[in-house]
């Protein structure tokens, strides 16, 4: 019969288990996002957007039936001069037409409490930009988006990010 030595520690398994329970619940959450087809955020270089600085987002897309919804996500710093961010967004299909919009980004309530979601004072908002859309090609698809505010340099914007999802 083995005795154990005494001065063995034992085993501690919630060292084993939180390792691989942290893994489970990122993939659920990761999982949880069956509608995503595409989200990819662009962090600007010292949280500045120069009116120069063209963010270019390739989407891969296959699905030509079902209707998808386009978002621009947007994160900002508390400092951020304005309530709102105003965008051109060029769109080039994979046949190589082109649509160009402008859109308005409203960052800021009326009592300028900042819109979306974050913690400290970086917000981070999802503004719809095409609802309802079926894409006509499949291919690769580029969204161009620049900032069109009157100003050369915007401060205090973190990232801004492309979402493409299929409807629910």
């Not at 030595?5 to 942290?22: A, G, M």
């Not at 955020?41 to 600085?53: E, S």
Request: charged share 20%; glycine share 6%.
């Amino acid at each position: 019969m083995n005795v154990p030595n005494s001065k063995e520690k034992p085993v501690k398994y919630d060292s084993i288990i939180n390792p691989t329970l942290w893994l489970v619940l990122i993939a659920l959450i990761c999982s949880c996002d069956r509608n995503r087809v595409f989200e990819e955020y662009i962090t600007l270089p010292n949280h500045r957007w120069d009116k120069t600085n063209v963010l270019v987002f390739n989407v891969d897309i296959t699905d030509t039936i079902n209707p998808h919804n386009i978002c621009v996500n947007v994160r900002n710093g508390g400092q951020y001069q304005y309530s709102n961010l105003f965008l051109f967004i060029r769109t080039v299909s994979p046949s190589g037409q082109w649509i160009r919009d402008t859109i308005e980004c409203t960052l800021a309530d009326q009592k300028g409490r900042w819109l979306g979601s974050g913690l400290g004072d970086i917000a981070t908002l999802q503004v719809p930009y095409k609802v309802n859309v079926r894409f006509p090609y499949p291919g690769l698809y580029s969204f161009e988006i620049e900032q069109a505010m009157r100003t050369d340099q915007l401060k205090h914007v973190f990232d801004i990010g492309l979402r493409v999802e299929r409807m629910k």
